[in-house]
């Protein structure tokens, strides 16, 4: 009989189908299985595939899911398994076939069908399906590279300042730093969901702050007043009046100003208690000074300098027997502590007009930022998200759109719950308010609050929290009393307990660990979140499943420190080659897990010399590799003559590697001229050129001026993305570079200019920007040890965990301009400091202090989410000096919950412990930067290089193998490819568009077409084409009018019933109703009329547009016009 995991009840209620529930699911708890079996079971009551949704947050994992559930189904075909955990399953999705069959879904020759989506995509389809009422009025190009946009909006407002005082009064708070400005502009643009609507009611939002602020220290007050014993005020009350007194006297005896006197309130104190209010903040700030530390500690001796209680006062041994009685922890310690940092006033007045000018400059900011969107054509995923929410209404007016989804979904899934933001919360309260209660339609929530690591991403842990805590109080509650938890939906809450994937030793080792780092109680608003133990599924081995690698060091020792560092390293590289002998077949052996990639230090580099492969996951910056640095430069380069240093740094490359003392005969005081200039000059005399540098030199300069100074992109004769590859090519870049890594790294850069710059130059501040965003790929090596960020490894797992810089601590986040904090109703404000202001805002003090509080909560999940990635063994490795731990860092949890002989037991500095020796790899690495050698081809392989050509080979394009159907392959590519070009058109509204422009585009065009899988041979004509009908749509008057107009809207994305993806050529509204217009490029045939044309085109695609044209009727009710406008000919096909 095979083992059954202790919360198989829970886990048999939650694929129930008839039930809503939110489901805690700890590390390793089979979260993914559990899903994937509610979604089988919900298959077996739907009566089309579409009315289940499922939300992830990551396509890696919607992709992950989806493959699952296909997998289960093909496994359904076969034999029952064996094994009774999988029988369950295996049945479920033998009922799922026997449904498909009889409803005729086929979904395994249409997976599709299976709505699995991150919940970035379904804000798009929203979107799609409404664009009117959404407000995006065209389909949405979504970009990641968000940040190059908010730039464009700050500097759009610097631009206009003398029209706005709000902006100007900005300016000069932050001493009119305008790169400080703009830099500051950008974080809040990237962060405009928490401040939109406070922008536009800073009145409201004012006396919201009054609200919380006072809500806040009434509840942190009452906290401390629950901590004290009941007699506290009886046997304080004396003292504080003494040390009052005291402390004032003796600041007047050393000649101090009386202001210093932190007990000063209580001078002219009536002796009364104090409420837990605002209004007696003052005298609960002076009883914090009383008891505790700066730090935040009980105070351990009492002195007149901290208290006023003088040597001879029979008080003071009253205060240190009174507070050596307190039995507190740290937390509670801290919330004596913290009431100094809380503000002394709700809001200060000087404050209001600085707040109502910043929400007026972030109104503009935001402003402009359309603006941007509109012309670049081009969203974020925030702005997506606002607009999805738009495009529902809200339950007391909800839109078709909210009807449909009401009308189309029964069952929606959402994983990682605990990572839902405030908005994404608002979206799913919206699109459950109408759901009627007992029909059918169910929720279900899976995730875990104590792995909840995403702030930086809006993740709001504390909206699990509360969902959890509303749906726990359904418990053995009757139907009919079960309480609604969101929207309209009556929800329980599951827990799991059970942890399939680490072994005992492990789990056991974290229940003991995390129960201690943890907070001792939950605080939503501080994300704040207890431990919750797991039960361990596999049982443990002999031996220690977590191992502890110190290195010490002594701080006044030269070189000791570096000694250490590199005493780790070598730890790792032990490390590392032990589990890949105990773990020979696993994909999976061992990972190293660091906390920034900052703190990796050299540790690949020892891996390396040590002939292990790595696979660094986001790890390497993308410019930081050879050919990334190589093919910038020669990007820079290319774009501008007379960027030396790039051109240098070619020269230099492997492509060229000319000697130094090369460049200096070549270049040496001629910095009047340009390189590209020189260079032109010197193969105009190629026999001075070998005296000059020698012959060996000359080849290699030759060689690479051929390529470079290619006049095809200055004639106008192909595009810049265009000629930056052939020059690629033609320097031998692909053959240079050829694994498949760089090769993917180099596709990269390349799409990044193809994406910044299809039609014309390169705006070089944009391109820096998107490739410092931007990480090199992985090496696809077998046994590779991988290396990652904890936030990376969430959702993996691995036989070894190494966690390596445990020590290290995390950089702060410099102040916003406008600190907020805004939660469920709650809201706080504070700007940044003035320029001439000594002191920080108390109100922002105040918030990134709470903050600080969340990240700290937020770094404990991540040690959690770091130490469960093992299932056989943890290894953490950390650098310490000699008797002193490290704080805010991760070792300094440790040092809460483990024991000191444990953490750091009695070695010498800088001794390993358990390694094995590891000597350094001996063997010479060619390609390795080293001063003394130039890394560079050889001539022979130069000479075997292919001769600068204007064509770009296909075989870049991935194009291998099969048979075209030429002649219909060809109309298509040339369809698809004229399409893709009206559409810019169209985006530009034909501005600096000519014939002319069109014909010079030619290399760019044939690129594309080949691109598709046009033939070579077939190129040329393919290519004439596209240029002629481009050509013709420019002088119709008819065509540049569906161009030109302001209300036309190209390649319009929609949706259909089936959410199925619908791209409409052309889209105009006005007060009429809507017109539907499609381009064909059909072409006549031999013999065939223009009315036969016209009669056989309206035959191909009147139901299309139909299709197209109810849609857009079902929005708003409006009549809908169809036409189809064919290239060939100019000619206008009305429809109805």
């Not at 209001?352 to 402003?367: H, I, T």
């Not at 919360?425 to 009627?436: A, P, Q, R, Y």
């Not at 052996?589 to 990639?597: F, G, Q």
Request: charged share 25%; with cysteine.
């Amino acid at each position: 009989m095979s083992k059954v995991a202790i919360d198989h009840i829970a886990r048999t209620r939650a694929v129930d189908p008839r039930y809503s529930y939110i489901v805690q699911a700890p590390a390793g708890s089979g979260k993914t299985e559990l899903l994937t079996d509610r979604i089988l079971a919900l298959l077996t009551t739907v009566q089309r595939p579409e009315e289940i949704l499922a939300i992830t947050f990551t396509r890696k994992a919607a992709a992950e899911m989806h493959d699952r559930v296909l997998q289960k189904l093909e496994s359904a075909r076969e034999a029952a398994p064996a094994e009774d955990y999988l029988l369950a399953s295996w049945q479920k999705a033998r009922e799922v076939l026997a449904r498909d069959q009889a409803m005729g879904w086929n979904l395994l020759d249409n997976p599709n069908r299976l709505r699995i989506q991150t919940i970035d995509a379904f804000c798009q389809a929203l979107v799609r399906l409404a664009p009117s009422l959404s407000g995006s009025g065209a389909a949405l190009n979504t970009t990641e590279a968000d940040r190059a946009l908010m730039q464009k909006a700050a500097q759009k407002l610097l631009n206009n300042i003398d029209k706005y005082d709000c902006v100007k009064e900005v300016l000069a708070h932050i001493d009119v730093n305008t790169d400080r400005f703009q830099s500051l502009l950008v974080e809040m643009l990237s962060k405009r969901q928490s401040w939109l609507e406070l922008a536009q009611s800073p009145d409201v939002a004012l006396r919201r702050v009054v609200m919380t602020l006072s809500n806040i220290v009434k509840l942190h007050l009452e906290k401390v007043q629950q901590l004290l014993p009941i007699n506290w005020f009886d046997t304080l009350q004396p003292i504080l009046l003494e040390g009052a007194i005291g402390k004032r006297d003796y600041l007047l005896s050393k000649d101090k100003d009386p202001e210093l006197n932190e007990f000063k309130m209580f001078l002219d104190w009536d002796g009364k208690s104090f409420a837990p209010t605002m209004d007696d903040i003052k005298y609960w700030k002076g009883l914090s000074c009383l008891l505790t530390t700066n730090d935040g500690t009980l105070r351990k001796s009492v002195t007149v300098l901290n208290t006023g209680l003088g040597p001879k006062s029979s008080n003071k041994t009253r205060l240190v027997e009174w507070i050596s009685s307190l039995d507190l922890t740290v937390e509670q310690m801290r919330l004596i502590g913290d009431i100094k940092t809380l503000p002394s006033e709700l809001i200060n007045p000087d404050n209001l007009p600085v707040l109502k000018n910043f929400f007026a400059c972030l109104a503009l900011a935001e402003s402009a930022l359309q603006e941007v969107f509109q012309e670049e054509g081009s969203v974020d995923f925030t702005e997506v998200a606002q607009r999805a929410l738009a495009c529902l209404g809200d339950s007391l007016e909800p839109t078709n759109i909210l009807l449909k989804l009401d009308n189309d979904l029964q069952h929606i899934l959402i994983d990682e719950f605990q990572d839902t933001s405030f908005s994404q919360m608002s979206l799913l309260t919206k699109i459950t308010s109408g759901w009627e209660k007992d029909k059918g339609k169910t929720l279900f929530l899976v995730g875990d609050p104590m792995q909840s690591i995403y702030r930086f991403r809006n993740a709001e842990v504390s909206l699990f929290l509360d969902i959890a805590h509303k749906a726990a109080k359904n418990a053995d509650k009757p139907s009919h009393k079960k309480e609604v938890v969101i929207g309209n939906v009556v929800m329980d809450l599951l827990l799991l307990q059970e942890n399939f994937r680490s072994d005992a030793g492990v789990v056991n080792w974290v229940n003991n660990t995390f129960t201690k780092i943890f907070p001792a109680q939950d605080n939503p608003s501080l994300g704040a979140i207890r431990y919750t133990p797991s039960h361990p599924f596999n049982e443990g081995k002999a031996e220690p499943a977590v191992q502890y690698y110190p290195f010490k060091y002594q701080k006044d020792v030269e070189g000791s420190q570096q000694e250490a560092l590199l005493a780790s390293q070598q730890q790792v590289v032990s490390l590392v080659q032990q589990a890949l002998q105990r773990h020979p077949n696993s994909k999976n052996a061992v990972a190293i897990l660091v906390r920034s990639r900052s703190h990796l230090d050299k540790v690949a580099d020892a891996l390396t010399a040590a002939n292990i492969p790595v696979q660094a996951v986001k790890m390497v910056p993308l410019g930081q590799t050879e050919e990334v640095v190589d093919l910038v430069q020669l990007i820079r380069a290319l774009h501008h003559a007379a960027d030396r240093l790039a051109w240098m740094s070619l020269l230099r490359s492997p492509f060229c590697g000319l000697k130094l003392v090369s460049l200096t005969r070549l270049f040496e005081d001629k910095n009047t001229q340009t390189v590209p200039a020189m260079l032109a000059h010197h193969m105009q005399f190629p026999e001075q050129l070998q005296t000059l540098i020698g012959k060996d030199e000359a080849a290699r300069l030759m060689f690479v001026a051929h390529a470079l100074l290619d006049k095809a992109y200055l004639h106008g004769e192909t595009t810049f993305s265009a000629h930056v590859e052939q020059v690629w090519h033609q320097l031998g870049g692909h053959d240079l570079y050829a694994t498949p890594a760089a090769q993917e790294n180099i596709r990269t850069v390349l799409d990044v200019v193809d994406t910044l710059a299809p039609y014309g130059g390169l705006d070089l501040a944009q391109f820096d920007e998107r490739i410092r965003e931007l990480y090199a790929a992985p090496t696809s090596e077998q046994n590779a040890v991988q290396i990652m960020t904890m936030h990376s490894s969430k959702g993996l797992e691995f036989e070894e965990v190494i966690l390596y810089g445990l020590e290290r601590k995390p950089k702060g986040n410099p102040p916003a301009l406008l600190e907020i904090e805004s939660e469920q109703g709650n809201l706080l404000l504070g700007p940044i400091a003035h320029v001439n202001s000594e002191a920080d805002d108390p109100l922002s003090k105040l918030i990134r202090q709470r903050n600080n509080e969340r990240q700290e909560n937020e770094t404990d999940r991540l040690l959690y989410v770091a130490c469960t990635r093992a299932r056989e063994k943890l290894h953490l490795v950390y650098v310490v000096q000699e008797e002193q731990g490290a704080k805010r860092s991760m070792l300094a949890r440790l040092d809460r919950a483990i024991s000191s002989e444990e953490l750091y037991p009695l070695t010498e500095p800088g001794q390993v412990i358990d390694s094995m020796s590891v000597a350094p790899s001996d063997s010479p690495d060619t390609w390795a930067f080293d001063n003394s050698l130039l890394k560079r081809y050889t001539l022979d392989t130069i000479h075997q290089l292919e001769p600068a050509t204007s064509q770009v080979s296909g075989d870049i394009y991935n194009i291998t193998g099969g048979t075209w159907i030429f002649q219909d392959k060809e109309e298509a590519s040339v369809g698809t490819v004229t399409h893709t070009w009206l559409e810019q058109m169209g985006r530009d509204k034909l501005q600096n568009w000519s014939t002319q422009r069109i014909e010079q585009s030619k290399i760019l065009i044939q690129r594309q077409l080949r691109q598709l899988g046009v033939h070579a041979d077939s190129l040329e004509n393919a290519s004439h084409r596209v240029i002629q009908l481009l050509q013709a749509v420019l002088a119709d008057d008819t065509g540049c009018w569906l161009l030109s107009h302001p209300n036309a809207h190209q390649e319009w994305a929609l949706f259909n019933e089936d959410n199925q993806l619908r791209v409409v050529d052309c889209v105009m509204s006005d007060e009429q109703g809507w017109l539907v217009v499609d381009y064909k490029t059909d072409k006549r045939r031999m013999g065939e009329s223009e009315q036969e044309f016209c009669e056989r085109l309206r035959g191909y695609y009147t139901d299309q547009l139909t299709e197209y044209a109810d849609y857009l009727q079902g929005i708003d009710g409006r009549p809908t016009k169809m036409a189809i406008y064919a290239l060939d000919g100019c000619l206008w096909i009305a429809l109805n």
